[in-house]
Each structure stands twice: as structure tokens, then as C-alpha cells.
């Protein structure tokens, strides 16, 4: 799988960073460091998300599907920026791969799914050997194609993202890919792995129920939780009955 790279311009005090930034907006005092620590916290565990926005992540996601990266660039929140692996320069003719676990498991599907990819291996030298530009031999390259991007995004965009894609439904490689930012990041500094360890979760467990129509079953659906809430309603309404008979 893939392997990401935090890059020096992250900084290692998130936290405190949101902590002296809200300072400065109440006029507090921003000279002390616990202060700012246990202000920043105090932001992002009272829902200020846009105090997130103010740490910047820089990080280098190596060895993940052009599909996968594809999928990232639809987390628009926060204005992310870019930069890919460019198709026009770097030679591809023998590009590494990104096999899906259900096909790897079979050695039919595995056999199969590899020879696809090297008949497009072969067709991209023979184009290249017949003088086509290689901008435009790269229209073959497949999705599954490996690749590499320098992300900017930032806490809040990222604590968004790991609503959507840690869960179950979530395919696969993308959650694979949100579990290695946050490992990577956890690693990177103390505030870092606080932060992933309280926020970092799939949206039922923010919200308490799945809104999914094809459930994990990890929490109740939001249907089952309102037939709870009316049970409970009408089960209040026959205890009040009750004792109001008794009367």
C-alpha cells in the first residue's frame, strides 16, 4: 500500500496553535502556553471548526490508485491544493499497480487482472516505439495506476474527510488511505495524535446514528432511532395514564 510523507511545514502544535489564535480574537492573554493549549481544545471539543482551519497539513501521499487520488479531489472544504504526478513527463511504460484485496485473493481474478495491466504496459512501448507523443499515450494509463501528490489541506478539511471515509461503506482504499494520514500524523507530534485519537472517527460515531441505507449496523439507522423516541413517547403517555387513574 501506499505510504505518506509529512512534510517540516506541518506544524507539530496544532492545538495550541487554534488556542493562541482564538486568544488573540478574545483578548486573552497568548503569552502562555497551557493557556493556549487548553483554549484550542476547548475550541475544537465545542464544535469552533473554523479555528481548525487555521493549521495547515502538508503531506506527500506516495503509491496510491489514480482512482483513489481522483476520489480525494472531490474533498473541496477548506481549499485544498495539489499537486500530482504529471503524466506528460514522467515515463509510465512500466507503472506499478494498485491490486484490490477481493481480486487478490483469487488467483483467477489476480492472473487476469495483471495481464490487463500488461497488455497495457505493451500497447504504451509500441505507441511510444511508433513515435506518439507520450501526452498522449497517457490516455491508457489505467485508474488502478499507482501514483503521487503533494497535498496542502488543512485540520478541519481533514476532520470532515474522516466522517465520510472511515466508514465501512467507504471503498476500500480510501479508507486505507485515511487510516495511513492519521497514523502518519500521530507520529508526527504529541497534539497531532490527541487530535486524531478525539476527532478522527466515521460520521455515526459523531452523530450517534448511520445515515447509510446499506448499514454496518455499527449504530442504529436514523429511522430505528426515531421508532425509539416514539416508543418511548407512547410508553411516557401509558405510565402518566396509568397513574393518573390511580388517583
Known amino acids: 500500500m501506499g505510504k505518506i510523507l509529512v512534510q517540516s511545514y506541518t506544524t507539530k502544535n496544532p492545538i495550541s496553535m487554534i488556542g493562541e489564535e482564538a486568544g488573540i480574537c478574545w483578548g486573552a492573554d ?28 502538508y503531506i506527500v501521499l506516495d503509491g496510491y490508485s489514480a482512482r483513489v487520488i481522483r476520489e480525494l479531489y472531490t474533498h473541496i472544504a477548506g481549499g485544498p491544493t495539489r499537486l500530482q504526478a504529471s503524466t506528460r513527463y514522467i515515463d509510465y511504460k512500466d507503472f506499478d499497480y494498485v491490486i484490490p484485496p477481493r481480486i487478490d485473493e483469487d488467483s483467477e481474478k489476480r492472473i487476469s487482472y495483471e495481464n490487463s495491466m500488461w497488455n497495457i504496459s505493451q500497447n504504451l512501448q509500441k505507441l511510444e516505439l ?24 488543512n485540520l478541519r478539511h481533514l476532520i470532515d474527510m474522516s466522517h465520510q471515509r472511515l466508514c465501512s461503506r467507504a471503498y476500500w482504499e480510501f479508507r486505507q488511505l485515511m487510516i495511513d494520514i492519521m497514523e502518519a500524523l500521530s507520529k508526527y507530534s504529541e497534539e497531532w495524535a490527541t487530535i486524531i485519537d478525539e476527532f478522527f472517527k466515521p ?45
Open 130 to 153: 511508433l513515435g506518439a507523443p507520450k501526452e498522449d499515450i497517457a490516455n491508457l494509463l489505467p485508474l488502478g495506476m499507482e501514483t503521487k501528490i503533494v497535498l496542502r489541506t
Open 203 to 247: 460520521k455515526c460515531e459523531v452523530c450517534g446514528f448511520c445515515e447509510e441505507k446499506d448499514t454496518c449496523h455499527r449504530k442504529p439507522t436514523k429511522e430505528r432511532i426515531k421508532q425509539l423516541i416514539e416508543l418511548g413517547l407512547k410508553y411516557e403517555e401509558m405510565i402518566k395514564a396509568h397513574m393518573d387513574d390511580g388517583k
Open 30 to 57: 497568548t503569552s502562555d502556553v497551557n493557556k493556549n493549549y487548553k483554549r484550542g481544545l476547548d475550541c475544537l471539543r465545542s464544535g469552533h471548526m473554523r479555528t481548525a482551519e487555521y493549521p495547515q497539513v
